[in-house]
């Protein structure tokens, strides 16, 4: 899990990482509504993704020294061995960037964006397949049990799509399942009986681009 307010950190961090990969937007404004609860797990989440996704927290930095000679970032949460801090001026910024790139617009609550990387392309991030699930609104309506049941799940179910990738790509070339990937982490963490197919037709819940 890392600490971004930009698409070239994002970037830059993938090509270090060379691989392909889900990887999670989680937009997470400490003021939201439960958010004191979820930052609770973010250190949890950090050690617990590994190498199977990459999960990236927007408006978060952990870096001290620009964090404490600027007056829009407050601290919030330990991860790891570092301090992190959130600014609302970042996170605005990086929503309006990704509001113009992509047909999404931001809930006002907790939400994450599923997508995967692309290393062997020009662009590292893949937004041709990618799905959105607004995290406050599935906890009102019971969709999802929890946010830490739904980011173990999304945890699971990614390192259950890279072995299925490795396989495949013996037999022939085959991407990463973006809509696998959802569906099966939602699967392990609903709450209501409906199934996931019927749930996923409230677009208030789940927005998603994914071509077949």
């Given at each position: 899990?890392?600490?971004?307010?930009?698409?070239?950190?994002?970037?830059?961090?993938?090509?270090?990482?060379?691989k392909?990969?889900i990887?999670?937007?989680?937009?997470?404004?400490?003021?939201?509504?439960?958010a004191?609860?979820?930052?609770?797990?973010?250190?949890?989440?950090?050690?617990?993704?590994g190498?199977?996704?990459?999960?990236?927290?927007?408006?978060?930095?952990?870096?001290?020294?620009?964090?404490?000679?600027?007056?829009?970032?407050?601290?919030?949460?330990?991860?790891?061995?570092?301090?992190?801090?959130?600014?609302?001026?970042?996170?605005?910024?990086?929503?309006?960037?990704?509001?113009?790139r992509?047909?999404?617009?931001?809930?006002?609550?907790?939400?994450?964006?599923?997508?995967?990387?692309?290393?062997?392309?020009?662009?590292i991030?893949?937004?041709?397949?990618?799905?959105?699930?607004d995290?406050?609104?599935?906890?009102?309506?019971?969709?999802?049990?929890?946010?830490?049941?739904?980011?173990?799940?999304?945890?699971?179910?990614?390192?259950?799509?890279?072995?299925?990738?490795?396989?495949?790509?013996?037999v022939?070339?085959?991407?990463?399942?973006?809509?696998?990937?959802?569906?099966?982490?939602?699967?392990?963490?609903?709450?209501?009986?409906?199934?996931?197919?019927?749930?996923?037709?409230?677009?208030?819940?789940?927005?998603?681009?994914?071509?077949?």
């Amino acid at each position: 899990m890392f600490a971004v307010n930009t698409f070239e950190e994002i970037e830059k961090k993938q090509r270090e990482i060379n691989k392909e990969q889900i990887i999670i937007l989680l937009f997470m404004r400490p003021t939201v509504s439960g958010a004191a609860e979820m930052i609770d797990e973010f250190d949890y989440i950090h050690y617990n993704s590994g190498e199977s996704c990459s999960i990236y927290a927007i408006g978060y930095s952990n870096d001290f020294g620009i964090s404490n000679n600027r007056s829009d970032y407050k601290k919030v949460t330990k991860v790891g061995e570092n301090a992190w801090f959130f600014s609302n001026l970042e996170f605005v910024k990086f929503k309006r960037s990704l509001e113009e790139r992509i047909n999404w617009s931001y809930s006002g609550e907790a939400e994450l964006l599923v997508l995967q990387s692309n290393p062997a392309g020009k662009q590292i991030l893949n937004f041709q397949n990618y799905g959105v699930v607004d995290i406050n609104y599935g906890l009102q309506k019971g969709y999802i049990s929890s946010f830490s049941r739904l980011m173990e799940a999304l945890v699971r179910s990614s390192q259950e799509e890279i072995m299925a990738l490795d396989v495949m790509k013996k037999v022939f070339r085959k991407r990463l399942s973006i809509r696998q990937t959802v569906f099966r982490a939602l699967e392990d963490c609903k709450r209501v009986p409906a199934s996931i197919t019927e749930i996923l037709k409230d677009r208030m819940f789940y927005h998603s681009l994914i071509r077949k």
